[in-house]
């Protein structure tokens, strides 16, 4: 079974910032990408930033500039660092393995921006 476990979320102030770790129960260069998504109460699900087996990454244009995807295939962890934290960024952040037709999911972290 392959498992993904998100940590570090937490409540911070707007301006703030987090690191959120996404730790895969095995090789994450099993995956094809590995991404962030997020969903906000009464929304839907969206995307967040992504990247590929060869680094390639993806950022949705609200969090470009302020978010960076990076990757640790030692550690078998993909992470998300996020600045300038504004309230509307306030969601359940979820990471997702995608191999070939399969997609795997965290169980989700929350992060809240609020003063």
């Known amino acids: 079974q392959v498992q993904l476990v998100e940590s570090g979320g937490g409540l911070v102030q707007p301006g703030g910032s987090l690191r959120l770790s996404c730790a895969a129960s095995g090789s994450i260069s099993s995956f094809n990408a590995m991404g962030w998504y997020r969903q906000a109460p009464g929304k839907q699900r969206e995307l967040v930033a992504t990247i590929t087996g060869n680094g390639s990454t993806n950022y949705a244009d609200s969090v470009k500039g302020r978010f960076t995807i990076a990757r640790d295939n030692a550690k078998n962890t993909v992470y998300l660092r996020m600045n300038s934290l504004r309230p509307e960024d306030t969601a359940v952040y979820y990471c997702?393995?995608?191999?070939?037709?399969?997609?795997?999911w965290g169980q989700g972290t929350q992060v809240t921006v609020s003063s």
């Open positions: 997702k393995g995608s191999k070939w037709s399969l997609a795997y």
